[in-house]
């Protein structure tokens, strides 16, 4: 390998490494309370060596956040392809990506959330990744409609299924008044009701290993 592919191999791997570092540190600290030293101590890295690939700490938290946005859609992409062949399997199992037991950072993407009402670049990426999100939903409701024959207002049927999500998420994580299973359970019978469907013949476990597939995007 070439000194310069060699250089720009180990910095996107420093940064990536810093990227986690700094998640872990939101994890634990919150968004607030992160700092260089927090992100430091979580990385093993002195801070000198740290702005060495970051300006400072603004410029880290938000290549840290577009990192996550890589992750979390790595991950949906991957439950989605490994879950089922059917069109509805597919989107069953878009309803579930964020109900599985072992996503991790789930509470980080709250903190981002609230940072995105007050950071310009943070609610770029937001609006960004969301964009993507919903057309890619809209498009898989449209499939299983068509396969059944269904006359469905797709973007009101997308909206729904957003937002129970979002609602969902936001109770588990703030209230933990239910758990993983039920938002599961929830997402499973209100796609089986609106696409005409056995909520018995669509089990809400992953009918694969969870704990591989997280491995193999680094999680």
């Not at 069953?92 to 995105?116: C, D, I």
């Amino acid at each position: 390998m070439k000194r310069a592919e060699k250089k720009i191999l180990t910095l996107e791997t420093r940064r990536r490494e810093l990227s986690i570092a700094t998640l872990e540190s939101i994890r634990k600290h919150g968004y607030m309370n992160s700092t260089i030293n927090t992100i430091s101590e979580e990385s093993g890295l002195s801070r000198g060596l740290i702005s060495h690939y970051f300006k400072n700490k603004d410029d880290l938290i938000l290549f840290a956040f577009r990192y996550l946005t890589e992750l979390l859609e790595n991950f949906h992409r991957q439950v989605v392809r490994s879950w089922g062949t059917s069109h509805f399997d597919k989107l069953l199992a878009a309803s579930m990506v964020t109900f599985l037991k072992n996503e991790p950072y789930r509470e980080v993407w709250l903190h981002f959330w609230s940072a995105s009402l007050i950071q310009p670049e943070f609610a770029e990426v937001r609006a960004a990744l969301y964009t993507r999100y919903r057309t890619s939903i809209a498009r898989r409701i449209t499939a299983v409609a068509e396969e059944r024959g269904l006359k469905i207002d797709v973007e009101s049927t997308m909206l729904i299924f957003t937002q129970l999500i979002d609602g969902l998420w936001l109770g588990l994580v703030l209230e933990k008044a239910y758990d993983d299973t039920r938002c599961r359970e929830l997402m499973r019978d209100w796609l089986c009701e609106v696409f005409k469907e056995d909520p018995a013949k669509h089990p809400t476990t992953p009918p694969f290993d969870l704990a591989e597939l997280q491995s193999q995007l680094a999680f």
